[in-house]
Nanobody, 117 residues
Framework: QVQLVESGGGLVQPGGSLRLSCVASKMTFSSHVMAWYRQTPGKERELVARIGVSGTLNYAESVAGRFTISRDSPKNTLFLQMNSLKPEDTAVYYC???????????WGQGTQVTVSS
C-alpha cells in the first residue's frame, strides 16, 4: 500500500522559514506527479505547488517567489521550502502523488504549519 509521510511542520514567526518533507513508499516515485496542497478550516483544499515527472514546476500565485518545490527521486522524497512565511500561509499541508498515466492519486496525512507571532 502506497504511503506518503509528511514532516517538518510547526510554529514559525512571520518572515520565517520552514522545510516540509514527504517520504513516499511502495510506489514508483519517478512515475508520479508530486504536489503540495494546503487546507484551512471551512475552505477547500488548494494546490500550493506541483512538480512533474520531468521536473515541470507550477506554483500558486500566492506563494510564487517564496516557496520552492523539489524532488529527490533516489530518496523517494518531496520537499517544499517555504520562505518569507505569512500568517495567511497557516494551514494543514498535504503531500499528493498522481501517477502520470494511470492517474491513481494518493494523499499523506498532513502536517500543520502555523505562522504567528
Amino acid at each position: 500500500q502506497v504511503q506518503l509521510v509528511e514532516s517538518g511542520g510547526g510554529l514559525v514567526q512571520p518572515g520565517g522559514s520552514l522545510r516540509l518533507s514527504c517520504v513516499a513508499s511502495k510506489m514508483t516515485f519517478s512515475s508520479h506527479v508530486m504536489a503540495w496542497y494546503r487546507q484551512t478550516p471551512g475552505k477547500e483544499r488548494e494546490l500550493v505547488a506541483r512538480i512533474g515527472v520531468s521536473g515541470t514546476l507550477n506554483y500558486a500565485e500566492s506563494v510564487a517567489g517564496r516557496f520552492t518545490i523539489s524532488r529527490d527521486s533516489p530518496k523517494n522524497t518531496l520537499f517544499l521550502q517555504m520562505n518569507s512565511l505569512k500568517p495567511e500561509d497557516t494551514a494543514v499541508y498535504y503531500c499528493n502523488a498522481r501517477h502520470f498515466s494511470v492517474g491513481d492519486v494518493y494523499w499523506g496525512q498532513g502536517t500543520q504549519v502555523t505562522v504567528s507571532s
